[in-house]
């Protein structure tokens, strides 16, 4: 991580001349360059502010170029590339300028101008205070805008340092700032100084405390290793020291510049003239994913420019580079401006997923061009890639085996892996831009928590799968029957809402993405390649029944694990890991039967199609409500989805049933799991054995005695 | 094991940074006696009497290259925090001012020897269009005085 020295002074010039005073001038230069070529990668020019403020304070703070700093050090590129190896920072890092304003209070008026609605402030990057006396230091810890509280340490101090004040900016997340080279002075001053700040970072403890130089001539800037040992004088340990320099630093600018520059901490504003274009064909999103975080938008330098601009020979270059470089962006882009419909049009990922899945079942010969058109619009994900490469090959695997008349269960797989596709793009975004940069990414990432408020919602369905039932909830294979029942009964009803059915199997498949482990691909892979020569559902299910529950069984318990080491902010862990666990062993369960289900047409498919329909109306018949839902689909083809998922659950159902030995032997291995389970549950009673134990052993002593 | 260990800080000098930036002139010719002489300067001063006694039984000045101005300086391990805090003190050799910033730190001579080497060719390559043959047989010589470091 780099290191950041933000007290680069500034002299303002003269209120009479218009240029900044040459010396002052060659003095910033040199002071830039010298914290350049010790490895920092961004400094802060630090103009102070006595005495009223006015319009005239507000930023004119010219940052400096490369040309200038060339002119200074003509080999400054490879010197920086030296340090910067030695320092594990890579060469590549921009090298970053801000502005700074810091402000001496005196009184309290002089406070209350620092608020968040002063223009003169606004016009900074960073806002320093540095109080003078007890209620300003107040003021500053418990009310005023500001991002840094910057004291004097080295005269006698003006005021005290409060625990409790200090503790309330720390919370309001200000940040102090001890300069360094007060340290270099002389002696006299160093005592002094040491003295005060120890106080600071005692109370601190190394929280929100920024180091800077603060150098008034090159002598005074050191590298920032030695600064960090330095702080040990301090009483600082050498890991806060090196986060004070770096990691606070980096943390308060990325939260300012937020402030400063996106609406509401969320949404970036950005200014495009009436001549630049606007769409979303282009690819906004990598450049929002490109967007810099630390990046003031100017002054910044990259090393290599540096190394052009030298090379240039004519050491003259006055150039100086974004980190980003939107006009490249913008060029490519057509001429027609900004239009709400280019964004209605061309943004597939925020739109739910049943209008693809509708043209999915109508041309499913076109499945695989919109299966690449979904992987054309994920490009950004490569991860995504793969997963939708997997499914392709699954396709294909499905086309090879299933016969045109079962376009509809082509269908279902199709739907359910695009949602899959879909909605596994996302959460990955979700992950990504946990600061949510953009509007669209907004919406994106509001998407995908309806998603996982539809997993909840599904995730009771979840508890249909009997393994899941056999091992939570110990119960008899009746009762078992009985709630896969009930919460059929949820689902039908659920299945009106189309949103939920079709998120309910993408985010079952999504999980699959999430997890490397894949067993349940696996799973599908194994039950699609089954052979025909299956004569009934039943043998099937035997043999797959107990190999898929002790699969899970495993599954479970590595997934849960991983959920937890990834850490999603925004969704609620321990809840989501234990309800994806469920929904794995859901969408193995209800992907197997799928599969069950196809080669069942299979077998079927010499009858006519009607009779195929009977048959399963008649693996329906165990439930009433079931009834309804085939009919219901029946009539609606367009939601496939609540087809696949009535369909899944009917033969889930018909497997319940139909194996009553199956279930036997499932209750054997209920008693046990439970019996696996037991120790844990007897746990609280331990007390009551330990004292029956203890009475045991004080009677045996009793013994001895007698 | 070892019962008594040392720590070999590579330190760079900048004489007079103020003047030339990358410290091309040499306004002053950089040598073990005169760097050691300002660093136990700096100890007394900032760690006393008491600090300079504890820290003088291994604190020594290995190696000096007055060339490149690279410099290795050895000190227990138990007072190498404060020797480097002293060093960083450091802010004049005589009336030249000087800042020394530290590259490496190593618990042995010859990790340290290593990258000595290493930066040496460096910085000699980033310095050596404006060098004379006088200054390149110097530098020779030093970089075969740092082949025979030993403890």
């Known amino acids: 991580m780099g290191f950041f020295d933000l007290s680069i002074s500034y002299n303002e010039p003269p209120r009479s001349g218009g240029k900044e005073v040459a010396g002052g001038k060659t003095l910033r230069l040199k002071l830039a360059t010298k914290a350049m070529e010790l490895g920092y990668v961004g400094i802060a020019h630090n103009r102070s502010i006595k005495g009223v403020m006015s319009e005239k304070d507000s930023c004119t703070i010219p940052l400096l170029t490369l040309g200038s700093l060339i002119k200074v050090a003509p080999r400054l590129t490879s010197s920086v590339g030296f340090h910067r190896d030695l320092l594990g920072v890579p060469r590549a890092t921009p ?336 992950n990504q831009t946990a600061a949510s940069f953009t509007l669209i990414r907004c919406t994106k990432s509001d998407a995908a928590s309806d998603v996982s408020m539809n997993i909840e919602a599904t995730s009771e369905g979840g508890s249909l799968s009997p393994s899941k039932s056999d091992r939570v909830i110990p119960q008899s294979p009746v009762e078992v029957i009985n709630m896969g029942n009930t919460t059929s009964d949820e689902v039908s009803v659920d299945e009106n809402n189309k949103e939920r059915a079709t998120t309910g199997p993408a985010s079952n498949d999504e999980m699959h993405i999430t997890e490397p482990g894949d067993h349940a691909s696996v799973d599908d892979v194994k039950h699609i390649a089954e052979p025909e020569h299956h004569t009934s559902i039943a043998d099937e299910m035997k043999t797959d029944c107990p190999s898929e529950a002790n699969h899970e069984e495993y599954m479970e318990v590595t997934v849960e694990d991983q959920k937890r080491e990834t850490g999603d902010s925004n969704i609620n862990l321990p809840n989501l890991s234990s309800e994806t666990t469920d929904l794995l062993r859901e969408s193995g369960k209800s992907l197997s039967p799928e599969a069950v289900g196809q080669d069942h047409d299979q077998v079927q498919r010499l009858e006519s199609k009607e009779t195929e329909l009977k048959e399963e109306e008649a693996s329906v018949s165990y439930d009433n409500t079931f009834e309804i839902t085939m009919e219901q689909k029946k009539v609606e083809e367009s939601t496939i989805e609540d087809k696949q998922e009535g369909k899944s659950e009917t033969i889930h159902l018909a497997q319940v049933q139909s194996s009553g030995s199956n279930n036997d032997t499932r209750s054997g291995k209920t008693q046990a799991k439970r019996r696996r389970v037991r120790p844990p549950q007897l746990l609280p009673f331990m007390p009551f054995l330990l004292q029956s134990r203890f009475k045991r052993i004080s009677r045996k002593r009793k013994h001895g005695r007698a | 094991m070892v019962g008594f260990k040392n720590r070999y800080m590579l330190m760079e000098v900048f004489l007079d940074p103020d003047k030339d930036l990358l410290g091309e002139g040499t306004p002053i010719i950089l040598t073990q006696f005169n760097l050691s002489k300002a660093i136990k300067d700096s100890i007394l001063v900032n760690f006393g009497e008491c600090g300079l006694g504890s820290s003088l039984g291994s604190f020594q000045v290995k190696y000096v290259n007055p060339i490149t101005k690279l410099c290795i300086v050895r000190s227990s391990r138990e007072e190498h925090r404060q020797v480097w805090s002293a060093i960083t003190l450091v802010k004049s050799i005589g009336n030249c001012p000087v800042v020394l910033n530290l590259l490496d730190i190593s618990g042995c001579i010859r990790a340290c020897k290593e990258t000595a080497l290493k930066c040496d060719k460096e910085k000699f390559e980033q310095s050596s269009k404006s060098l004379s043959e006088e200054e390149i047989r110097q530098m020779n010589s030093c970089l075969e005085k740092i082949k025979l470091l030993e403890n």
């Open chain 1, 95 to 430: 090298f970053r300028q801000y502005t700074r304003l810091t402000v001496h209070v005196e009184s309290n008026a002089q406070c209350l101008s620092l608020n968040s609605g002063n223009p003169v402030l606004k016009s900074y990057d960073i806002i320093a205070v540095r109080p003078m006396n007890q209620n300003v230091f107040d003021y500053a810890c418990e009310k005023a805008e500001v991002d840094m509280i910057s004291i004097d340490f080295t005269d006698k101090m003006l005021f005290r340092l409060k625990h409790p004040m200090v503790q309330a900016a720390i919370k309001r997340g200000i940040y102090f700032e001890i300069k360094y080279s007060d340290l270099l002075v002389d002696a006299q001053t160093r005592r002094q100084v040491i003295s005060n700040a120890k106080l600071l970072v005692d109370w601190t403890r190394g929280k929100n405390l920024i180091i800077s130089s603060g150098a008034p001539s090159v002598t005074e800037i050191r590298g920032p290793n030695d600064v960090i040992n330095l702080m040990s004088l301090l009483g600082l340990s050498t890991e806060k020291a090196r986060a004070a320099l770096s990691k606070n630093c980096r943390n308060m600018i990325a939260k300012l510049l937020k402030k400063k520059r996106f609406h509401k901490e969320a949404v970036r504003v950005e200014l495009l003239s009436s001549g630049d274009t606007f769409s979303l064909e282009q690819p906004l999103s990598g450049d929002c994913m490109k967007w810099d975080p630390l990046s003031s938008g100017e002054g910044d330098m990259l090393l290599d420019d540096l190394a052009k601009a030298f090379d240039a020979t004519n050491a003259v270059a006055h150039k100086s580079s974004k980190a980003i470089d939107f006009t490249s962006v913008l060029d490519g882009l057509p001429k027609h401006g900004f239009r709400v419909e280019d964004i209605v049009g061309t943004e597939p990922l925020t739109q739910p997923p049943a209008a693809k899945v509708t043209d999915a079942q109508v041309n499913t010969n076109q499945v695989s061009e919109v299966v690449m058109a979904v992987a054309a619009s994920s490009d950004d994900n490569p991860q995504e890639i793969e997963t939708i490469s997997q499914i392709d090959m699954h396709m294909s695997e499905d086309d090879t085996k299933v016969e045109p008349t079962t376009n509809v269960l082509r269908g279902e797989a199709i739907t359910l892996r695009k949602c899959s596709a879909s909605h596994g793009q996302g959460f990955l975004v979700q």
